[in-house]
């Protein structure tokens, strides 16, 4: 069986990216990384004493993802509403969490933002 031959650096960190910060949104990931450095100052010491992502930021919610990859692709939710053939206020309430987001949707979401279906699941 092979040996581990080099001790890992990495152990007990949490890597996320960051990725194409629009012009206009700085002030905003700003406001997050606060949010997270606040939380981790906070988070049990023991390695027993995981918690989910959902009681880390029980702010967010698929919806949030949802808005999120809009705006990255540069979509109001009434062209996307139009790209994906539902109203827009359907847009709107799965945004705030107010419509779920099935299987299917999730794929018609993601076909047209170009990006995985699980994101919205």
């Not at 004493?49 to 880390?56: C, G, M, P, R, V």
């Amino acid at each position: 069986m092979p040996e581990l031959t080099k001790k890992q650096t990495t152990n007990g960190f949490v890597d996320f990216t960051l990725r194409g910060v629009a012009p206009g949104q700085v002030k905003l990931v700003q406001k997050e990384l606060e949010k997270i450095r606040t939380l981790v100052e906070t988070l049990p010491k023991a390695k027993d004493e995981l918690i989910s992502w959902e009681q880390a930021f029980p702010e967010h919610h698929v919806g949030t993802a949802l808005a999120g990859a809009r705006h990255f692709a540069e979509f109001t939710q009434a062209r996307l509403a139009e790209k994906i053939g539902v109203k827009r206020h359907h847009i709107s309430e799965m945004e705030h969490n107010k419509r779920p987001i099935g299987k299917n949707m999730a794929k018609r979401l993601a076909k047209a933002l170009n990006t995985n279906y699980k994101v919205f699941l």
